[in-house]
């Protein structure tokens, strides 16, 4: 079965540049989610979007921005980045609530490295 | 505010036994979604179960089994006949099921679980 696809899937970046995190969700889902995991951490929820509305806000810098396009693919994108950003980013996505089950399935993450 | 509890930071079981691990929450939601996730060392998150706040009956999947008990706050994880290949980072999480949209989930701290044979 099709999965959460993740672009790239390593990152490495130098302090105060940029950095744009790619996902493409399952087939039909048409919501998706960001999380930040943090070396030896548990993933800590950054945004959501559903139909390309922003849906939830948890922590996400405001050196960060995501959106969601037509096709429901999502971008998160990065700047001013600082080591504390070396993480591994998970996207999610999911079907709407009401539209069945709608748990959220993980991609393989994007391992981004600051140095 | 939601929580996740999760009391065993590491576990040592021998192949082929059963194995518990424990997830408690606090939550002032009046629906909630509650989830487990595995994560090998290689990293994915991989979804195993899940238990909505309104079910009746416990939710299983395979050698998943979620023990939700509501009135106690808990929702353990139980795998049956332990296999080497479930050894991995187990994380619990919760949602809030009582508003629209997509809400973000709340994960614990996980368990360490390590098959041994």
């Known amino acids: 079965a099709a999965g959460v696809i993740q672009s790239p899937r390593h990152l490495i970046k130098e302090k105060r540049e940029t950095a744009t995190l790619k996902c493409y969700p399952i087939?039909?889902?048409?919501?998706v989610y960001w999380y930040q995991q943090g070396p030896g951490q548990d993933p800590q929820f950054l945004i959501s979007?559903?139909?390309?509305?922003?849906?939830d806000k948890g922590s996400i810098p405001d050196r960060f921005s995501a959106q969601q396009f037509s096709d429901y693919h999502s971008e998160l994108n990065m700047s001013s980045l600082e080591l504390g950003d070396s993480a591994l980013y998970f996207c999610?996505?999911?079907?709407?609530?009401?539209?069945?089950?709608?748990?959220?399935?993980f991609g393989p993450g994007t391992r981004l490295t600051v140095t | 505010a939601q929580k996740i509890t999760q009391t065993q930071p590491g576990m040592f079981v021998q192949e082929k036994e059963a194995v518990t691990l424990d997830c408690t929450y606090d939550?002032?939601?009046?629906?909630?979604?509650l989830f487990w996730y595995k994560q090998p060392s290689s990293g994915e998150m991989i979804f195993l179960i899940y238990?909505?706040?309104?079910?009746?009956q416990n939710a299983t999947e395979g050698r998943y089994s979620l023990n939700f008990q509501k009135a106690r706050k808990s929702a353990n994880l139980v795998i049956s006949a332990s296999q080497l290949g479930d050894s991995a980072m187990y994380f619990c999480?919760?949602?809030?099921?009582?508003?629209?949209?997509?809400?973000?989930?709340?994960f614990g701290k996980g368990t360490h679980l390590i098959i041994q044979p």
């Open positions: 999480a919760m949602r809030d099921d009582s508003g629209g949209g997509a809400d973000g989930l709340t």
């Open positions: 087939p039909r889902h048409d919501t």
């Open positions: 979007f559903y139909e390309k509305m922003q849906s």
């Open positions: 939550t002032s939601d009046p629906s909630y979604g």
């Open positions: 999610a996505s999911s079907l709407e609530r009401g539209q069945g089950d709608y748990e959220q399935y």
């Open positions: 238990q909505g706040s309104y079910d009746q």
